[in-house]
């Protein structure tokens, strides 16, 4: 097969007052399901990334980050 290289994405969501705890875990298991996979082209790109990621966890914040790359992209309600 192809070899396949990885980039090494930062993320942080904020959620509405007083779930931001509970939600830490949910957000861990969730951003595991990217680790070490081929993301689909809906996803390609860091504003897509924290678009799905906030909808999908009813976050109202999400930002993404590639510090060595400097690439930044953020999603909010």
């Not at 509970?22 to 298991?29: D, I, K, M």
């Not at 790109?45 to 914040?61: F, P, R």
Request: aromatic share 10%.
């Amino acid at each position: 097969g192809v070899p396949v290289h990885g980039h090494t994405w930062e993320v942080t969501a904020g959620f509405p007052v007083g779930e931001a705890e509970a939600l830490r875990e949910t957000l861990q298991n969730f951003l595991k399901r990217f680790d070490h996979t081929h993301l689909p082209d809906s996803l390609a790109w860091g504003e897509d990334m924290a678009e799905h990621i906030c909808h999908a966890l009813g976050a109202v914040k999400v930002q993404v980050n590639r510090p060595l790359e400097r690439i930044y992209a953020e999603y909010s309600l």
